[in-house]
């Protein structure tokens, strides 16, 4: 059976490592990008290139349109969908929740939370038995902010991905007698390019001996766990929350 596979902030990071894996592991991949094309058209480019298939497909995801013609490209590209890895999300930079804008909470909330949970929403109507799909699995990439609040930082982004959480918790009771499941991973201190828009370029190195395993993680090991809860292999995991934090 072909199984489609839909990444959201594909191109990068552990997008693009989870897109490159799940190829590895037979699925046939979207791999959705904002704006950068070209580093989307690179993981296409690399999946197939190992035999595998895969499309790039532009989405904002915290616009409703743009997700809704993005579903409707996977349609009639690939077939209906199995996957999705809720990946797609940003930080801003450090700051205390005092000097934050209204501005800044709209986007954070608009892409890391409400976006998941369009891109979440679409991918039901496709999978759950309830509307005549074959069933699926959603992984929502969460953080281990979530638990540690991020003070001084990124209270925003722990906060909206605590709403992730919640999200996951609530959706995977809601559609599991439907064949579809639903878990989250909560990457800790990853080395990826998003502390470096977040104005923390060294984040990583500063910060690694806060983690007992005394480093960062990468994108790769985090792909593992993605790629796992996606498989026939986690036929009985939904509502987990798994922590890939190094035990921090």
């Not at 989405?59 to 743009?66: L, R, S, T």
């Not at 060294?202 to 790629?227: C, F, N, W, Y």
């Amino acid at each position: 059976m072909n199984k489609v596979l839909l990444v959201t902030g594909g191109s990068r990071g552990i997008g693009a490592a989870s897109a490159l894996l799940a190829a590895q592991n037979g699925w046939t991949v979207a791999v959705n990008y904002t704006a950068n094309s070209l580093a989307a058209d690179e993981v296409v480019r690399q999946i197939r290139a190992s035999g595998g298939n895969a499309i790039a497909v532009q989405a904002d995801v915290a616009d409703e349109a743009q997700v809704m013609r993005m579903y409707e490209h996977i349609d009639a590209k690939l077939g209906r969908l199995s996957g999705l890895v809720n990946n797609a999300g940003v930080v801003d930079v450090y700051a205390r929740v005092a000097e934050m804008s209204v501005a800044r909470l709209k986007r954070m909330f608009d892409i890391n939370v409400l976006g998941s949970l369009v891109c979440a929403r679409e991918a039901v109507r496709r999978m759950s038995t309830r509307y005549g799909g074959e069933g699926g699995s959603i992984v929502n990439v969460s953080s281990a902010a979530s638990r540690l609040g991020s003070p001084g930082q990124y209270v925003d982004y722990a906060s909206a991905k605590g709403a992730i959480d919640a999200f996951t918790l609530g959706l995977a009771k809601e559609v599991a007698a439907e064949g579809v499941r639903v878990n989250a991973v909560r990457p800790g201190l990853i080395d990826t390019e998003i502390h470096a828009s977040g104005g923390l370029p060294d984040r990583v190195k500063d910060l690694q001996h806060l983690v007992p395993m005394q480093r960062g993680g990468t994108a790769d090991e985090v792909a593992q766990s993605i790629v796992w809860l996606l498989s026939d292999a986690a036929s009985y995991t939904t509502m987990s929350l798994i922590d890939v934090s190094g035990g921090r």
